[in-house]
């Protein structure tokens, strides 16, 4: 008779089932970037003194993708979910939780008295290891109060990345000629080209107008850099999505292997 898998099996069946959604989500986001989905066009203002930006919108982001998304997210929330429960059924006690869940709370406050109502029958040194990974929001497991939140979105609507957003552009000409004085040394020959400088905040593109530059600031080109990023929920809005998902699946199979060393599985 076969031997049944083990439960360390069976969790890393679920990160690998993450992962090959993931290595799809990435072929299809490198697909459609490299689709053309927008453009930026310049033209010249009525005093003819400033150059305008345009963004034009061409396609929409496939709903294909959100889908993924979800799928990653499901199977990594749900690896820490049957760990959870694989760590309450290993201690034989009366008292338990009714509703197992790996803790992932708001707040270190939340999570203190929120935890027990989920792990309730846990071995003491399975508590203090999962109190050592601070599972909530502000904590060292950030990445999976980020989990928790968009896993939740996903739970009532598709998570759907917000588009472009940019996050650099070209130097302006006043910009690119100061540093490369002050970095002459440094940059003999000028900035390389493609060196560009990081742009504040959220910029999500949209149809209309992106930058209005003084004329006399262009430099030989103008170039923007951007990535798709989330627009929600708040605690990854503006963060690129693949960077992002792959750090919640370290985060978990983090917390898998920490679980591992220990014995517990």
């Not at 008779?1 to 089932?17: F, G, Q």
């Not at 979105?153 to 000409?173: C, E, N, T």
């Not at 593109?205 to 030989?220: A, Q, Y």
């Not at 170039?223 to 693949?242: Q, S, T, W």
Request: glycine share 4%; charged share 25%.
């Amino acid at each position: 008779m076969p031997t049944p898998p083990t439960i360390l099996e069976r969790l890393n069946k679920k990160i690998e089932r993450a992962e090959k959604h993931l290595i799809d989500l990435d072929e299809m986001v490198q697909e459609f970037i490299a689709s053309s989905p927008y453009e930026i066009v310049a033209y010249n203002d009525t005093d003819n003194l400033h150059k305008v930006f345009k963004v034009n919108i061409l396609k929409n982001f496939p709903l294909d993708m959100s889908v993924i998304i979800g799928d990653v997210l499901q199977n990594l929330r749900s690896t820490l979910d049957h760990l959870a429960y694989h760590l309450v059924s290993i201690k034989p006690l009366e008292k338990r939780a009714t509703r197992i869940y790996f803790p992932i709370c708001d707040s270190a406050a939340r999570y203190e008295t929120e935890k027990m109502g989920k792990i309730l029958g846990m071995e003491k040194l399975a508590i203090e290891a999962i109190d050592a990974i601070q599972p909530y929001k502000g904590g060292n497991g950030q990445a999976l109060w980020n989990l928790q939140t968009m896993n939740n979105m996903d739970k009532h609507s598709l998570l759907i990345p917000a588009w472009m957003s940019v996050i650099g552009r070209s130097f302006f000409r006043s910009e690119r000629v100061a540093i490369e004085i002050a970095l002459k040394e440094t940059f003999p020959a000028g900035l390389p080209h493609g060196v560009m400088v990081a742009t504040p905040g959220i910029n999500f593109l949209e149809d209309g107008d992106l930058m209005t530059l003084p004329i006399s600031e262009l430099d030989n080109y103008m170039d923007f850099r951007v990535h798709i990023a989330f627009e929600n929920p708040l605690d990854v809005r503006g963060k690129e999505v693949m960077a992002t998902l792959y750090e919640i699946r370290e985060a978990v199979r983090r917390t898998v292997t920490i679980f591992n060393d220990k014995g517990f599985l």
